[in-house]
């Protein structure tokens, strides 16, 4: 298999692929406007933060699988690829730690205002009387959007602080939350108004685009701090440049909307880096996180060349709309299952899943198809009359 990786990885994981007998070419220069001609005869696509758009997804002749070497995957034109049949797969839960920390770190340095002091003194000028100004985290009161394993790792930290920590998630019950000895809340714009501090950890999806909107700044306490390490489009820009004026919030930012994609850029929006505290997403850029990282992709590689079916894919569909289950036994014999296949094909019948199971000593096997609809009983009876079946049972799929 060839494998092209569009980011930079580990050398460790280029010599793990090729010991697998991978052929890995590593091109870390590649953006989504060049991608699609480098894409060539690729089976397999690695990338971080360079973006996978359609036109990248339509000129891979041989693509069968994309791998993000992080957890969001909306760097991928995934309809694009369900289309073409090809697998997408995360690495989940790999930058935990290393995005909780810069969570943490940028909550501390937002209520100091450790990035301005910096830059003043770099500048010669010692503040002391300005800077002096802070709150303090101890006794106050974090809350948490988005409750999974960054969320909850983002209380632990916080809680060694002294913190309070309220969580709300959609999927959050206040007996989960209890459980994790954390407050809940009933909805975001409560959440948001209980708050001295306020951290977001959910993924961007349509559902959560502009998420942060005006009502829910509008709800926050005056001076409240922010903190966004998720995704920049979760985050109304326009609101939150406004209520840190109106509000004097004190805001922590990892990501940013239309953010640069590529390693070094031009950022544009200086209005908003005047107003907080920033980092250019580096918030899974840990020598830790990268080397997790790397070994879970080599993991879903080998799992994907021994099994043709690769780990933690985020594109197959949850539930069947298969409406019966066809379960055939039969002798494990050249061609039988082929003509299973070639009566239901006759039959304007579609076969949404496959698997077929063989037994010890390879004599017998199990065959279980879900169908969008249910053969005739001369089908069924057509089927068992094979000498090669032992056994044909249909029932429907509740």
């Known amino acids: 298999m060839k494998i092209l990786i569009a980011d930079k990885l580990s050398d460790k994981t280029v010599s793990a692929l090729k010991a697998l007998g991978m052929e890995a070419t590593v091109n870390a220069d590649l953006t989504a406007d060049n991608l699609p001609d480098a894409i060539d005869d690729s089976d397999i696509l690695v990338v971080r933060s360079t973006k996978v758009n359609a036109r990248t997804i339509s000129a891979a002749k041989n693509l069968s699988l994309i791998i993000r070497a992080g957890a969001g995957v909306n760097t991928i034109d995934l309809a694009s690829a369900n289309t073409r049949g090809i697998y997408v797969s995360n690495c989940p839960g790999k930058n935990t730690e290393a995005v909780a920390e810069l969570a943490i770190g940028l909550l501390i340095a937002a209520d100091r205002q450790v990035v301005n002091a910096t830059s003043d003194m770099r500048g010669g000028a010692w503040k002391k009387k300005e800077y002096g100004k802070a709150r303090g985290l101890k006794g106050r009161t974090l809350g948490i959007l988005g409750f999974g394993e960054i969320g909850k790792s983002v209380a632990v930290r916080a809680q060694s602080l002294g913190m309070r920590v309220l969580a709300w998630s959609r999927s959050l019950t206040e007996e989960v939350a209890a459980g994790y000895g954390v407050g809940y809340a009933p909805e975001l714009t409560s959440l948001a108004g209980q708050c001295d501090a306020f951290s977001i950890h959910v993924a961007y999806k349509p559902e959560t685009h502009h998420l942060i909107n005006k009502a829910v700044l509008d709800a926050m306490k005056n001076g409240a701090i922010l903190i966004n390490t998720s995704r920049g489009e979760v985050v109304d820009t326009t609101a939150l440049k406004a209520a840190i004026r109106e509000k004097k919030l ?69 539930r069947s709309s298969a409406t019966q289950s066809l379960v055939v036994r039969h002798f494990n014999r050249v061609g039988v299952l082929a003509g299973i296949l070639g009566k239901l094909r006759s039959s304007g019948i579609n076969v949404e899943e496959m698997t077929n199971i063989i037994f010890e000593a390879s004599k017998a096997a199990c065959c279980t198809l879900l169908l969008d609809h249910a053969p005739s009983k001369e089908v069924l009876n057509e089927m068992g009359s094979d000498e090669n079946i032992i056994e044909v049972a249909l029932k429907p799929i509740a």
Not at 282 to 306: H, L, M, N, P
């Open 250 to 318: 004190r805001v922590g930012l990892d990501v940013f909307e239309d953010e640069p994609a590529g390693g070094e850029a031009e950022f544009t929006d200086k209005e908003l880096a005047a107003l907080v505290t920033a980092t250019p997403h580096i918030g899974a850029s840990t020598d830790q996180a990268s080397e997790a990282i790397s070994d879970e992709v080599v993991r879903i590689v080998k799992t994907f060349q021994e099994t043709g079916v690769p780990l933690n894919t985020v594109n197959i569909r949850a």
